[in-house]
Antibody, heavy 118, light 112 residues
Framework: EVQLVESGGGLVEPGRSLRLSCTASGITFGDDAVSWFRQAPGKGLEWISFIRSKAFGGTTEYAASVKGRFTISRDDSQSIAYLQMNGLNTEDTAVYYC?????????WGQGTLVTVSS | DIVMTQTPLFSPVTLGQPASISCRSSQSLVHSDGNTFLSWLQQRPGQPPRLLIYKISNRFSGVPDRFSGSGAGTDFTLKISRVEAEDVGVYYCMQATQFPRTFGQGTKLEIK
């Protein structure tokens, strides 16, 4: 069974940093691209970041709203993807989901809540 | 960016009756490889999104056959042949043809 488990969320003050983790099981993690999405309270879904597999160069993509502040990375030896979030502001408050970024974004984690507040 | 527009935004449906959601993209979703990366996701209350349909019309594993997708180019439709109580939630179309990935606003389906 494919599982993605996010962790690392919490309450953080504006301007601070946080690193989210996404631990995968049930898949050959290194073969897949991974994406992060988020959902602000009561709002719709927003794509924020993507990392290709090493076979496709491990290159990354970012939404304009997070480019320059967030960094996605991966450790295939541990089947973990990371989202380093710097310079957080209140608009970054959301549930953050990681996904297996295949033909349809087939598998989603349960999400981790990030609250940015003073 | 590709803008995805869903209609309706709210859909009250009687149990056992059909439901239909439309999604229109601001430009063609046909990828250079010939695929059209249009997906439909369901989000039940308090749950993460769940993939229902990928590449316009392919049901994901475990998705009941009362869900179907159709369309081409810029116009797409999700149909539920007979709505069941467990179908309550918000439905999103999403394009993965181009970066940034973008979603429709979501359609809230509820039982009358």
């Amino acid at each position: 069974e494919v599982q993605l488990v996010e962790s690392g969320g919490g309450l953080v003050e504006p301007g601070r940093s946080l690193r989210l983790s996404c631990t995968a099981s049930g898949i050959t993690f290194g073969d897949d691209a991974v994406s992060w999405f988020r959902q602000a309270p009561g709002k719709g879904l927003e794509w924020i970041s993507f990392i290709r597999s090493k076979a496709f160069g491990g290159t990354t993509e970012y939404a304009a709203s997070v480019k320059g502040r967030f960094t996605i990375s991966r450790d295939d030896s541990q089947s973990i993807a990371y989202l380093q979030m710097n310079g957080l502001n209140t608009e970054d408050t959301a549930v953050y989901y990681c996904t297996r970024a295949d033909y349809g974004y087939s598998h989603w984690g349960q999400g981790t809540l990030v609250t940015v507040s003073s | 960016d590709i803008v995805m527009t869903q209609t309706p935004l709210f859909s009250p449906v009687t149990l056992g009756q059909p439901a239909s959601i439309s999604c229109r993209s601001s430009q063609s979703l046909v990828h250079s490889d010939g695929n059209t990366f249009l997906s439909w996701l369901q989000q039940r209350p308090g749950q993460p999104p769940r993939l229902l349909i990928y590449k316009i019309s392919n049901r994901f594993s475990g998705v009941p056959d009362r869900f179907s997708g159709s369309g081409a180019g810029t116009d797409f439709t999700l149909k539920i042949s007979r709505v069941e109580a467990e179908d309550v939630g918000v439905y999103y179309c999403m394009q993965a043809t181009q970066f940034p990935r973008t979603f429709g606003q979501g359609t809230k389906l509820e039982i009358k």
